[in-house]
């Protein structure tokens, strides 16, 4: 590899499956891309709300690894090195990734070119490294699954959270109209920042009122990123008949619908196109990714402990010195 590149590098991983007491920072050689691999020098990464399921061992991302084990998927920062197969990225250049391999809770990350994208104009390259996994989830969402149009009406429930928060910026960018459902006073305030027509708290206002409100003659879809007690009555009475509903799995309970109105699961896989669909979209007008707390990799064992309580948007890691 190129000379300026370490041979180690500082991972939050761990030796063990458990709590977030397993997590240490750890020196570990940096790793040499494959051939059709990029090595990315991260600046930011996500911290993912399954992360502690993968820390736990009671989910596997990508295959298994051996220990000590450095979870994460997505981030953001500059190419250090490619693999003798890789045309699309040269060293220097600004980067975003997701994907399932993992890997992210370090200085350092190898992943596949196609899990891969430049970071588009309209967000700070520190941003970026939470945007890959939550970005293609509501893109897949919102695009692939909902087949949302221009005009049409959309229920985003969990709109303050990470996925949510790009989804109602998605959604504008594609030219529909957006309740947004969040949480508590301050998820309200940032997603009507970010152009939501109408927002609602779902942990004290009436939503299936709202909806109706907002969509008097029904909504054409919904995307569902969390439950709550508000989704099932909004669902139950505001769908259009022929409505859409989509929700990533994983999302418990999964919300159902009347008769007439399609509810479907999806997975927000990544791919070389879902990466340039979600850049078009965004483009170089200003897109926000809302970094809800940033810590540093010493303090991973930290942000796991803190991952349940109240945030907006996504936590993150910041590789700044310890």
Do not use: C
């Not at 090195?81 to 994907?99: K, L, N, T």
């Not at 200085?107 to 945007?131: H, M, T």
């Not at 293609?136 to 949510?164: D, M, P, Y």
């Not at 007008?285 to 948007?313: C, M, W």
């Amino acid at each position: 590899m190129n000379a300026s590149i370490p041979e180690t590098m500082k991972a939050a991983a761990f030796d063990r499956f458990g709590g977030p007491e397993v997590l240490e920072l750890k020196s570990l050689p940096v790793p040499r891309p494959k051939a059709r691999e990029v090595l990315i020098r991260l600046d930011t990464a996500g911290i993912g709300v399954w992360d502690p399921e993968a820390r736990a061992g009671e989910m596997e991302m990508g295959p298994k690894r051996r220990f000590p084990r450095v979870i994460g998927n997505d981030g953001a920062g500059t190419v250090a090195a490619v693999g003798s197969r890789v045309r699309r990225f040269r060293p220097g250049d600004r980067v975003y990734a997701f994907a399932y391999e993992g890997g992210f809770y370090a200085e350092y990350v190898a992943v596949p070119a196609d899990d891969v994208a430049r970071v588009p104009g309209g967000l700070s390259p520190r941003e970026a490294g939470a945007l890959g996994a939550d970005g293609i989830t509501a893109l897949r969402g919102l695009q692939s699954t909902l087949r949302l149009k221009a005009g049409e009406r959309v229920l985003i429930f969990g709109a303050s959270g990470g996925i949510g928060h790009i989804a109602v910026q998605l959604a504008k960018r594609i030219g529909a109209r957006v309740l947004a459902v969040a949480s508590r006073p301050d998820g309200v305030a940032l997603v009507r920042r970010l152009g939501a027509d109408v927002a609602v708290d779902g942990r004290k206002d009436d939503v299936a009122k709202a909806a109706r409100a907002f969509a008097p003659d029904g909504l054409d879809a919904a995307l569902v990123l969390s439950s709550g007690e508000g989704v099932a009555e909004a669902l139950r009475t505001t769908m259009k008949r022929g409505g859409r509903v989509a929700h990533p799995n994983g999302v418990e309970p999964a919300p159902r619908a009347p008769r007439g109105v399609r509810v479907r699961g999806y997975d927000g896989t990544p791919s070389r196109d879902a990466f340039a669909r979600l850049n078009r979209l965004i483009g170089n007008k200003p897109f926000h990714v809302e970094l809800g707390r940033v810590y540093s990799l010493a303090q991973a064992a930290t942000a796991h402990r803190q991952i349940d309580e109240h945030h907006l948007g996504k936590l993150a890691f910041e590789m700044r010195p310890s």
